[in-house]
């Protein structure tokens, strides 16, 4: 007999062009919005921003640190902002979570990349070293808009790991104890989406259904995200994220072979991934890189595994400190997993 429980997220999601963007903004009510994006994005956001009459705040940066959600919190109270878009990947997104975890503003979200933030409830924010997350439904975007002719720019490497990043909420729910069936259908298919885009958008990043591909398979794998609690990889990321501010997706790229290795690879993912060795297969799709070479050093591995060890998450198999120094020595070192 089934037993589980299901709820719906309440989120409009388009794919199209970014000009249908005032539409969107205007179906919500919204009329003094506060455009968000990072440094690489300050042409396109003020164009954005010019468009829809907007104030634009183009600093985000990755894990959020706190001081930036205070400054762009402050400027939304100063300009009587009504909501917040977000031009950008994780790093925006995640800035304007923390600005509507504030202020209860709805987020229309743009997003650039495939990380697969802006499905989901989840905020971040990091504060002397420390990332601390949490599930809100005040983040949860309302509009997010899929616009593929975005993400052209986006460079192979960082269109690979981010995509990966976005594959590994799916890895990750697929053995999560809240897994609903529903949920297992999407991140399978998240995955397989993923895993047939990626190759094609490194090999041509201008290929746009390429890009598209992969855009559906991180709506797929964000929504997987939003449904399941997390386990190791994901504690093992964050912490590295925010204890040694390694990049985000790279590192989700590197840790997560390793991790399928320690916890037994679910067969939805063999058959996503078209493989009976999924750690195999996404080993050799994320290049088979290290933590050393993002610059962590060895030094580091006791802290962070400490600071693993005592945080709390669901795991598959449960994992000692010396089980997580280990995998992060492999990984540091980029053994085969
Ligand atoms: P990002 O947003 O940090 O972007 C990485 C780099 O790529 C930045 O320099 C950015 O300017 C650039 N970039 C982004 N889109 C581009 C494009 N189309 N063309 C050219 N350059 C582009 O990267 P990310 O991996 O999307 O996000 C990482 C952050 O998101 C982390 O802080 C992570 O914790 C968070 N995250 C949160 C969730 C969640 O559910 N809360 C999910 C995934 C990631």
Redesign the pocket.
Known sequence: MREFSYEALPMRVVFGPVSRLGAEVAALGLKRVLVVC????ASLGAQIADRLGAELFAE?????PVELADRASELAAATGADGCVTV???????LG?AIALRHNLPIVAV???????E??P???LTENGV?R?GRDRRVLPRSVLYDAT??????PR?SL??GV??MA?AVEALYAPDLTPLIALQAEEGVRALAAALPRVVADGADLDARSDAQFGAWLC?TA??ACTMGLHHKLC?TL?GALDL???ETHTIVLPYVLAFNTAPAALARALGTDDPVEALWHLGGKGSLRDLGMRADDIAGVADLVAASSYANPRPATRDDIAALLQAAWAGEHP
């Not at 950008?88 to 995640?94: E, L, N, P, T, V």
């Not at 650039?112 to 933030?117: D, E, H, I, K, P």
């Open positions: 990072g440094p690489g994005h985000a940066r990755m894990h959020v950008g990947g994780g790093s925006a997104i995640g979570k997003p650039t990349t495939y990380a697969g933030s499905m989901t989840v905020w971040g990332k997350t975005l993400t052209v720019s986006l460079p960082l790991t981010s990043n976005a909420h964000g995200l939003a964050h994220g990049p985000h997706a």
